[in-house]
T-cell receptor, first 113, second 114 residues
Framework: DAMVIQNPRYQVTQFGKPVTLSCSQTLNHNVMYWYQQKSSQAPKLLFHYYDKDFNNEADTPDNFQSRRPNTSFCFLDIRSPGLGDAAMYLC????????????FGPGTRLTVL | AQSVTQPDIHITVSEGASLELRCNYSYGATPYLFWYVQSPGQGLQLLLKYFSGDTLVQGIKGFEAEFKRSQSSFNLRKPSVHWSDAAEYFCAVGENTGFQKLVFGTGTRLLVSP
């Protein structure tokens, strides 16, 4: 089945220690998104890639960066995680930028000690 | 900018009873509207979507939603709830021009009692 895969499902890191979360997709979609979802809150868009074009949300902290080396993979890098960065990180894809539903992965729950 | 309001943080429904989850949006034009469901520790699964046409939309798992432009609402309904429906439900609105950024409501947690 075509799907969105996130690894790892659970990640524990230390305060200030860089961490990378991974997302891959077999849907061959052009757009990949990263969302941050804190406990009991709505998902919040951090950035998205349309093909190789990167688009950052205005309020995404500089501490968060992303890479998309090819169509299938996208990474979320948190350079210096703080306690406030503990959250579920959701990856999603869509075929295009408009008029398309987004398909979500299962998420990676990040704990910062 | 568009926004979404889900006025009910928690709802408890008896198994077999009907369900309605409320969603109101704010957007200048006709929006794209979505309902997603999230089970604990999982990602979001699309239940249904509205882009245009028939205002009553059928989705998966027996859910439906009705778009009411006059009320700026897109309420989710199910005639008979099953225990497996217990989850968090998110309504989302997307712009219909340019980049379709999704804005989510804060969610409604559904509890199903025996």
């Amino acid at each position: 089945d075509a799907m969105v895969i996130q690894n790892p499902r659970y990640q524990v890191t230390q305060f200030g220690k860089p961490v990378t979360l991974s997302c891959s997709q077999t849907l061959n979609h052009n757009v990949m998104y990263w969302y941050q979802q804190k406990s009991s809150q709505a998902p919040k868009l951090l950035f998205h890639y349309y093909d190789k074009d990167f688009n950052n949300e205005a309020d995404t902290p500089d501490n968060f960066q992303s890479r998309r080396p090819n169509t299938s993979f996208c990474f979320l890098d948190i350079r210096s995680p703080g306690l406030g960065d503990a959250a579920m990180y959701l990856c999603a894809t869509s075929r295009d930028l408009t008029h398309n539903e987004q398909f979500f992965g299962p998420g990676t729950r990040l704990t910062v000690l | 900018a568009q926004s979404v309001t889900q006025p009910d943080i928690h709802i408890t429904v008896s198994e077999g009873a009907s369900l309605e989850l409320r969603c109101n949006y704010s957007y200048g034009a006709t929006p794209y509207l979505f309902w997603y469901v999230q089970s604990p520790g999982q990602g979001l699964q699309l239940l249904l979507k509205y882009f245009s046409g028939d205002t009553l939309v059928q989705g998966i798992k027996g859910f439906e939603a009705e778009f009411k432009r006059s009320q700026s609402s897109f309420n989710l309904r199910k005639p008979s709830v099953h225990w497996s429906d217990a989850a968090e439900y998110f309504c989302a609105v997307g712009e219909n021009t340019g980049f379709q950024k999704l804005v989510f409501g804060t969610g409604t947690r559904l509890l199903v009692s025996p």
